[in-house]
């Protein structure tokens, strides 16, 4: 198993690792890692791994079987190589801010209507959120726009943590996806945006609210019966 640093400090840009596998030359399962698997809606990170003056470019990874693959774009990594793995940090920065902004207007949306998430994709240039919810109001989920924003103004720390699953899963709303089931794991992952929103993740956020900056509405849409789809987008900082 990966050893997922990218878990513990969300803000590594940089690490050591060991290469455990190469598959098919382009495959690599390291020792432990800053990238992202892509999943949970949130893209996979991109970027780097180093060894001495060969650079190997990172543009997917993904999580098969508890191991992170790497996917580079060349061979010649082999087993037991020691290298230095760096993060495409803008576009990592960028989906941790969407990412807890998410979560924050999911929450306020969930409080103010009872809506579930059904779905979401964070992106780079918009993030999509999915949720079931009879009323169809675009100047209401205006409103819940606003309201993350004017939280997003203020020092709201944002706080990842391992509960044991019983207790985690006695928190009431700790489970926001409709259908969601948490992985059958002793401990779950927790992030907590203070006073606003706790719920059972593994992604990736921001410590604090004022780092997500602000969030624009772009569009929302009906997607028939109870499924609604809305658009947002970050501001640039
Ligand atoms: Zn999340």
Same mark, same amino acid.
């Given at each position: 198993?990966?050893?997922?640093?990218?878990?513990?400090?969300?803000?590594?840009?940089?690490?050591?690792?060991?290469?455990?596998?190469?598959?098919?030359? @382009?495959?690599?399962?390291?020792?432990?890692? %800053?990238?992202?698997?892509?999943?949970?809606?949130?893209?996979?990170?991109?970027?780097? %791994?180093?060894?001495?003056?060969?650079?190997?470019?990172? =543009?997917?990874?993904?999580?098969? /079987?508890?191991? %992170?693959?790497?996917?580079?774009?060349?061979?010649?990594?082999?087993?037991?190589?020691?290298?230095?793995?760096?993060? =495409?940090?803008?576009?990592?920065?960028?989906?941790?801010?969407?990412?807890?902004?998410?979560?924050?207007?999911?929450?306020?949306? *969930?409080?103010?209507?009872?809506?579930?998430?059904?779905?979401?994709?964070?992106?780079?240039?918009?993030?999509?959120?999915?949720? /079931?919810?009879?009323?169809? =109001?675009?100047?209401?989920? @205006?409103?819940? !726009?606003?309201?993350?924003?004017?939280?997003? *103004?203020?020092?709201?720390?944002?706080?990842?943590?391992?509960?044991?699953?019983?207790?985690?899963?006695?928190?009431?709303? %700790? !489970?926001?996806?409709?259908?969601?089931?948490?992985?059958?794991?002793?401990?779950?992952?927790?992030?907590?945006?203070?006073?606003?929103?706790?719920?059972?993740?593994?992604?990736?956020?921001?410590?604090?609210?004022?780092?997500?900056?602000?969030?624009?509405?772009?569009?929302?849409?009906?997607?028939?019966?109870?499924?609604?789809?809305?658009?947002? /987008?970050?501001?640039?900082?």
């Amino acid at each position: 198993m990966t050893e997922e640093l990218y878990l513990v400090d969300s803000y590594l840009k940089k690490c050591r690792a060991r290469v455990i596998s190469v598959t098919q030359e @382009k495959y690599v399962v390291l020792d432990q890692t %800053i990238f992202y698997p892509k999943g949970g809606g949130q893209p996979q990170d991109t970027g780097k %791994i180093v060894k001495g003056s060969d650079v190997y470019k990172v =543009d997917f990874v993904g999580k098969f /079987s508890g191991n %992170i693959s790497h996917e580079v774009d060349r061979s010649g990594l082999k087993e037991g190589d020691e290298v230095t793995c760096v993060l =495409d940090w803008d576009r990592r920065f960028k989906l941790m801010r969407s990412h807890t902004a998410a979560h924050v207007f999911a929450s306020l949306l *969930n409080t103010g209507t009872g809506a579930l998430t059904t779905g979401n994709q964070l992106g780079l240039d918009r993030t999509r959120f999915d949720f /079931s919810l009879e009323n169809f =109001d675009r100047s209401l989920l @205006k409103q819940y !726009i606003h309201e993350a924003n004017n939280l997003f *103004n203020k020092d709201i720390p944002v706080k990842c943590y391992e509960l044991p699953r019983k207790e985690a899963l006695k928190i009431p709303g %700790i !489970i926001k996806m409709a259908k969601a089931f948490p992985p059958n794991v002793s401990f779950l992952r927790v992030v907590e945006v203070v006073g606003v929103d706790i719920q059972a993740d593994g992604g990736t956020h921001v410590h604090n609210l004022r780092e997500v900056g602000q969030i624009q509405f772009i569009k929302a849409q009906n997607k028939g019966k109870h499924n609604r789809r809305v658009y947002f /987008s970050l501001e640039d900082v």
